[in-house]
C-alpha cells in the first residue's frame, strides 16, 4: 500500500473530480504510488465489477498507460448476405432477441440491409448484446442533443459501433465509462460556447478542435473568459486564431486560473505576451494569421 505522499497535477484533479467517480479516484492514487493493478481488488477492497468500472474510467479520462486492443481485424470488412441473416434469425436465439430489442429502442422494424449491419456488430466486431443496446441508446440521445427528432439510423450507429471497438470498447463498464467522458466533455463545451456568447448553432468542426485544445490545457473558465474578454477588445469579436494564442501563451507561462494570470499582471513578473498585452514579436505572428485565415 501507499507509503509517500502521492502529488497529482491540477489537471489530473479536474479530471477525477469530473468523473464523480471515487473508486477511479481511489484506484489512480493507488496507481500512482506504485503499486500493480493485480493487487488491486485486495488493497482497496473493491470488487471484481467495481473495479473493472474504475479502470475503464480511468482509460476514458487518459489518466492511464493501459489501452484496450482494437477489435476490428485488419483487411476488408466481411459482407454478410440474406442468407446469413436468415440461418443466424433461424439458429441464434441470442441474436433473435438483439433484434427485438434494437427494434423496440429504435421504435420501427429493421430491414434486411439493416439486419447485415446488426450481424456484422455481432460477429466481426465482437460486441455483446448488452454493448449494442448500449450503444444504441448512446446514438439516440446524441441524435437528441444535436436537434434532431428521429432515431438515427443503422448506418449512423455502425460508424460508432466501429468508433467503439477501433477504442476497444468492448463490455458495459467500458462502454458507460466513454459515455460519462462523453457527457463531461459536451457540458464543458456547452459552458465554453456560453462564455463566448455562441448560441443558437453547433460549433464548426475547426471550431470544436480550439475549444477542445482549451479545455485539454487545464485551465478554469474564468481564464478562458477573460482571454476572450481581451480578445473581443483588441479584435472587435471573436477571433479563435486570436483567442488560442493568448491562452497558449498563458499556458507556456504555467498560468491555468485567472488568479494567476492576475497575479502575474499584477507582479510585472510575467512577459507582455503571457498576460494579454501582447509584445512586437506575438503581435507581428498574430497579425499573420489573422491575414492568412
Known amino acids: 500500500m501507499m507509503s509517500e505522499p502521492v502529488k497529482l497535477s491540477q489537471n489530473d ?3 477525477l473530480l469530473s468523473a464523480a467517480s471515487p473508486d477511479a479516484a481511489l484506484l489512480y492514487i493507488y496507481l500512482k ?16 465489477s467495481r473495479l473493472s468500472c ?3 474510467t480511468l ?11 482494437s477489435h476490428i481485424a485488419p483487411g476488408e470488412r466481411p459482407g454478410y448476405s440474406e442468407q446469413d441473416v436468415l440461418d443466424a434469425m433461424d439458429t441464434d436465439n441470442s441474436f433473435r432477441a438483439l433484434y427485438g430489442e434494437v427494434q423496440r429502442l429504435l421504435g420501427r422494424s429493421l430491414n434486411t440491409e439493416e439486419l447485415k449491419i446488426l450481424l456484422g ?4 466486431l465482437g460486441m455483446s448484446a448488452d454493448v449494442i443496446s448500449v450503444l444504441v441508446c448512446y446514438c439516440k440521445e446524441r441524435a437528441r442533443q444535436r436537434g434532431s427528432l ?4 443503422l448506418r449512423t450507429i455502425e460508424k460508432e459501433a466501429y468508433a467503439w471497438a477501433e477504442r476497444g ?3 458495459v463498464e467500458e462502454a458507460a465509462a466513454f459515455i460519462q467522458a462523453q457527457n463531461v466533455r459536451n457540458s464543458r463545451l456547452y459552458r465554453l460556447m456560453s462564455i463566448l456568447q455562441i448560441r443558437g448553432r453547433s460549433l464548426t468542426g475547426a471550431e470544436e478542435r480550439y475549444a477542445q485544445s482549451w479545455l485539454d490545457l ?5 481564464m478562458i473568459s477573460m482571454a476572450y474578454e481581451r480578445t473581443c477588445l483588441n479584435t472587435g469579436g471573436l477571433n479563435w486564431a486570436y483567442m488560442n494564442k493568448i491562452l497558449q501563451r498563458w499556458h507556456e507561462q504555467g498560468f491555468h486560473t485567472a488568479e494567476e494570470v492576475r497575479s502575474g499582471d499584477h507582479k510585472g513578473s510575467v512577459p507582455k505576451g503571457a498576460s494579454g498585452q501582447l509584445g512586437e514579436a506575438e503581435l507581428e505572428a498574430i497579425q499573420r494569421v489573422l491575414r492568412e485565415g
Not at 34 to 48: I, K, R, S, V
Not at 121 to 124: E, I, M, Q
Open 13 to 15: 484533479v479536474r479530471k
Open 33 to 48: 504510488s506504485g503499486n500493480p493493478m493485480d493487487g488491486a481488488e485486495t488493497d482497496l477492497h473493491l470488487n471484481a
Open 54 to 56: 474504475a479502470g475503464a
Open 59 to 69: 482509460r476514458q479520462l487518459g489518466l492511464t498507460v493501459e489501452e484496450r486492443p
Open 121 to 124: 456488430f455481432v460477429r466481426y
Open 150 to 153: 428521429r432515431n438515427p439510423s
Open 169 to 171: 470498447i468492448d463490455t
Open 218 to 222: 487545464g485551465v478554469d473558465e474564468e
